[in-house]
T-cell receptor, first 115, second 115 residues
Framework: GDSVTQMEGPVTLSEEAFLTINCTYT??????LFWYVQYPGEGLQLLLK?????DKGSNKGFEATYRKETTSFHLEKGSVQVSDSAVYFC??????????????FGSGTRLLVRP | DGGITQSPKYLFRKEGQNVTLSCEQN?????MYWYRQDPGQGLRLIYY???????QKGDIAEGYSVSREKKESFPLTVTSAQKNPTAFYLC??????????????FGNGTRLTVT
């Protein structure tokens, strides 16, 4: 079945450093790709998404480009802030037998930004 | 403001007891989901429902039960048959479950501890 692999955390950075969190996927079709963020003690929030190859999703200074040739969707931010400390989940949508879709999540990468 | 409400935030139960987790949404979403999150792991789908009075098993449904009597509500019962019930449980909803561009909206979760 489809799957998502993320780099293991925690990722620890100083404020204003450049961030990359790697995400690769395996899929038989052409899934949409997502990044979700989970702040401490909360549920997940959609951060950005891309629905087809070469699409770039962006939000709050974060970006990710759908790379079909490398089956990747790496998350980047040019200058992180302490408030970006959270767990980041990469996900893809997989079609079900009943023609609906479900999300397949990676294991999450914890980011810790130090002042 | 529209959103998803999960209650309680923390729940403690003795082994052998059934427990029901509440999930209510006022987003007018058709689809609702229950996920389980364990430390260092991604989210695993327990049950989902695309319409009132209908629901399907996800990847780890054993030991759980749900009902969908109202569009707004999707309670999850963790039964005594669930071998490892201690976890963080997340409820989510979406406009339609078969839309590639339909992101999930999450509640803030319920942390269940069974001793």
């Amino acid at each position: 079945g489809d799957s998502v692999t993320q780099m293991e955390g925690p990722v620890t950075l100083s404020e204003e450093a450049f961030l990359t969190i790697n995400c690769t996927y395996t899929a038989t079709g052409y899934p949409s790709l997502f990044w979700y963020v989970q702040y401490p003690g909360e549920g997940l929030q959609l951060l950005l998404k891309a629905t087809k190859a070469d699409d770039k999703g962006s939000n709050k200074g974060f970006e990710a480009t759908y790379r079909k040739e490398t089956t990747s969707f790496h998350l980047e931010k040019g200058s992180v802030q302490v408030s970006d400390s959270a767990v980041y989940f990469c996900a893809l949508s997989e079609p079900r037998m009943d023609s609906s879709y479900k999300l397949i999540f990676g294991s999450g990468t914890r980011l810790l930004v130090r002042p | 403001d529209g959103g998803i409400t999960q209650s309680p935030k923390y729940l403690f139960r003795k082994e052998g007891q059934n427990v029901t987790l509440s999930c209510e949404q006022n987003l007018n979403h058709d689809a609702m989901y229950w996920y389980r999150q364990d430390p260092g792991q991604g989210l695993r789908l327990i049950y989902y429902s695309q319409i009132v009075n209908d629901f399907q098993k996800g990847d780890i449904a054993e030991g759980y039960s749900v009902s969908r009597e109202k569009k707004e509500s999707f309670p999850l019962t963790v039964t005594s048959a669930q071998k490892n019930p201690t976890a963080f449980y997340l409820c989510a909803s979406s406009i339609v479950s078969w839309g590639l561009d339909s992101p999930l909206h999450f509640g803030n979760g319920t942390r269940l501890t069974v001793t």
